[in-house]
Nanobody, 118 residues
Framework: QVQLVESGGGLVQSGGSLRLSCAAS????????VGWFRQAPGKNREFVAGISRNDANTYYADSVKGRFTISRDNAKNTMYLQMNNLAPDDTAVYYC???????????WGQGTQVTVSS
């Protein structure tokens, strides 16, 4: 089992930055990959970024490449999402997720709201 708690959301103006954090507990943090997803009002949840368990590989949705950076600190059991040059289209509830034994994202945080004003 993995428990995830996000923090760092808020209201920011277009062009601004935010850093989201996701604190994990339960299974050994370095044993699984983690990622960020988001869900805007009226839309399906979508993948934003992912990072492998050993920090060797990162993955991004095309819409955030060059603006968002995912990272993890296995010593602190924490994952981060640095978001720069935010746009109103980035407004959503952001969720962190962790892979289960089979490799699919099975564990989810409660979400943190990010609102970007124009």
């Amino acid at each position: 089992q993995v428990q995830l708690v996000e923090s760092g959301g808020g209201l920011v103006q277009s062009g601004g930055s935010l850093r989201l954090s996701c604190a994990a507990s339960g299974r050994t943090f370095s044993a699984y990959g983690v990622g960020w997803f988001r869900q805007a009002p009226g839309k399906n949840r979508e993948f934003v970024a992912g990072i492998s368990r050993n920090d060797a590989n990162t993955y991004y949705a095309d819409s955030v490449k060059g603006r968002f950076t995912i990272s993890r600190d296995n010593a602190k059991n924490t994952m981060y999402l640095q978001m720069n040059n935010l746009a109103p289209d980035d407004t959503a509830v952001y969720y962190c997720a962790a892979e289960g034994v089979g490799g699919a994202f099975e564990y989810w945080g409660q979400g943190t709201q990010v609102t970007v004003s124009s």
